[in-house]
């Protein structure tokens, strides 16, 4: 078993040990949750390896879109107490992630990528899509990506 961690992990694992002396129940339950996704994904595979900051990145986006997703779907049901807690455990993670882009920056990065390709139709948007989407590396959920690519090809 590996005991190296990327230095954002690290500092995760700092600021669960300091969520729980300071008794923030919310803060220490997210970052317990979170570790626990970077060890199954860094067990993930034929053997363990150690995590870049990149890869804990895309991994704690992934829990953050499910943070995003289960609030919604309380808030649909009508269970504001639990959607109220989701969005606390959203808010710890997004304290991690890189800030997120304004739909002003995303649609500048995705028209570069559409001048970039030369893609002049919507049947190019996989083109595009390859393009931008290492450019946006973890600022912006796939889902508004794919929206403003499409917005661009059918304008």
Request: net charge negative; charged share 30%; hydrophobic share 45%.
């Amino acid at each position: 078993m590996t005991t190296e961690h990327s230095s954002l992990e690290q500092r995760l694992h700092d600021d669960l040990t300091t969520a729980i002396r300071g008794r923030d129940e919310i803060g220490a339950a997210t970052l317990r949750m979170a570790l626990t996704a970077l060890t199954n994904e860094a067990k993930s595979g034929s053997e363990e390896r150690a995590l870049s900051d990149d890869e804990v990145i895309t991994v704690l986006g992934r829990e953050a879109k499910k943070r995003r997703e289960a609030a919604t779907a309380y808030d649909d049901a009508d269970r504001p107490e639990l959607a109220a807690r989701e969005r606390a455990e959203l808010a710890v993670l997004e304290g991690y992630l890189p800030a997120q882009l304004s739909d002003d920056e995303l649609a500048a990065l995705v028209a570069a990528a559409v001048a970039e390709t030369g893609a002049d139709s919507p049947k190019a948007m996989g083109l595009v899509m390859k393009a931008v989407t290492p450019k946006v590396a973890g600022r912006a959920e796939g889902g508004r990506v794919a929206a403003a690519v499409k917005a661009a090809l059918s304008s």
